[in-house]
């Protein structure tokens, strides 16, 4: 303690917008001075950036705090994010040697981390030679909007996000700029319940913020993070035909049946969604959509469940997040006494997960021998891993100098179901 480069580590779970205020702590940390070194390295400061949107995400968080102070018994151990803001007493009892911050509190964890820490007011120098790396930097993710309205019947997260709020569309233009001149190859917009953004100033929604990213920023690549269906702007459809928004899309579903969607608080209907769907798909019919699924909703038959194999096996979606309802307290879900078994909800994950694959393995068929933009974002003995811009996780052969790079790869789906990808090299962007 009290070096004059002290470090610090942190460990982020959940979702994308966690990763993006994490992202945003690094960055106030290093301009403390602070080096950031890999969670489990020696440490400073170990910051646990929580979700809480199940109960596996609460274990996951409480056995990696326990790891943290044991691991490191001279360092501060600080827990922030969701499960942190909605279980502040809870975490503080069961971890008395930890620091809870909630997410509103996290200025103040940064006050509290430098002080304790010994780390003086600087340009930060150290720290940014212990940052996260040019694939980090390649692919930054800009949170535009915060908190969530929406009081769906399952979910906790607007009691640990709060209200939506939007931030400037200027002021995200601004950031990409620079996330642009460290080397950013693509950027992911993203927000608690992104649907919901609405700028200050124009009072545009994200439709409106997309089309003002690509028109005043040459970011090479500019990717959409998961918006609800019932948030949809149209307006997005109007930047599709742009060859640098990527041809993906998140649309949570939950269920295909309308019965457990109104149960669940969601305000579409099976048939809406599937209209949206088709929207897109006349668009853009090479546009890879993702959903999320829960099963296991209180009172969900049999006859539910089938409606929502039916509609997945229906829109063939390119990926398919599959999750078992977790009961969360101080939500209208949790006072439903009519549960569903456990071996029942394990059943019909694994028969989701099963159909998600198959509709994976189709989807990236489609582009078998066809030519791809792939952003490369690591390396490891002459074999790199990627992502396309439809959201296709590929690897292929090269070497290290085209990690954080951006540029087209000759595609190859094997009957496994993996992607590899041949590198063009002759055009190439993004990265330093």
Not at 242 to 251: G, K, T, V, Y
Not at 279 to 303: K, L, N, Q, W
């Amino acid at each position: 303690m009290g070096r004059a480069e002290p470090a610090i580590a942190f460990k982020t779970f959940g979702c994308r917008v966690n990763q993006a205020d994490s992202d945003a702590l690094v960055r106030k940390f290093r301009a403390r001075g602070f080096a950031i070194v890999p969670f489990g390295a020696p440490a400073d400061a170990v910051v646990l950036n929580t979700c809480t949107i199940t109960h596996v995400a609460d274990r996951k968080a409480r056995k990696a705090i326990s790891r943290a102070l044991r691991n490191h018994p001279d360092a501060v151990v600080a827990i922030t994010g969701c499960y942190a803001t909605v279980q502040e007493e809870r975490l503080t009892e069961l971890f008395p040697g930890a620091r809870v911050f909630p997410i509103l509190d996290q200025d103040r964890m940064i006050e509290e981390i430098g002080e304790l820490a010994g780390a003086g007011v600087g340009d930060g120098e150290a720290g940014r030679q212990g940052g996260s790396g040019k694939a980090s930097r390649a692919r930054p993710i800009v949170k535009v909007q915060e908190g969530c309205d929406h009081v769906c019947a399952f979910c906790i997260v607007p009691r640990a996000r709060g209200r939506s709020r939007s931030r400037s569309a200027d002021e995200i233009v601004n950031q990409i700029r620079e996330q642009m001149a460290e080397g950013a190859a693509e950027v992911l917009v993203s927000g608690v319940s992104l649907g919901r953004y609405l700028c200050p100033e124009s009072g545009d929604r994200v439709g409106g913020l997309v089309a003002r990213i690509l028109e005043e920023t040459e970011v090479p690549r500019l990717r959409v993070s998961s918006v609800e269906p019932m948030d949809f702007d149209r307006a997005l459809l109007d930047s599709l035909s742009d060859p640098r928004l990527s041809p993906h899309l998140h649309l949570p579903l939950q269920s295909g049946s309308d019965a457990i969607l109104k149960a669940m608080r969601r305000p579409y209907t099976a048939a809406e969604y599937r209209g949206l769907i088709e929207a897109v798909r006349a668009v853009s019919p090479e546009v890879a959509i993702g959903a999320d699924v829960m099963v296991g909703f209180p009172g969900e038959t049999e006859a539910d469940f089938a409606a929502t194999v039916g509609l997945i096996e229906e829109l063939e979606f390119a990926s398919l997040h599959v999750f078992p309802y977790s009961k969360r307290s101080r939500t209208l879900a949790a006072l439903n006494p009519d549960s569903v078994e456990d071996s029942v909800k394990r059943a019909r994950v694994s028969e989701l997960l099963e159909l998600g694959a198959e509709g994976s393995f189709r989807y990236a068929a489609r582009f078998s021998d066809t030519v791809r933009e792939v952003l490369w974002e690591s390396e490891s003995d002459g074999s790199l891993t990627g992502l396309s811009d439809n959201y296709l996780r590929v690897t292929g052969p090269g070497e290290a100098a085209l990690v954080g790079r951006l540029g087209p790869a000759r595609l190859h789906v094997c009957a496994d179901g993996t992607v590899q990808a041949v590198p063009l090299v002759a055009a190439m962007s993004g990265g330093a």
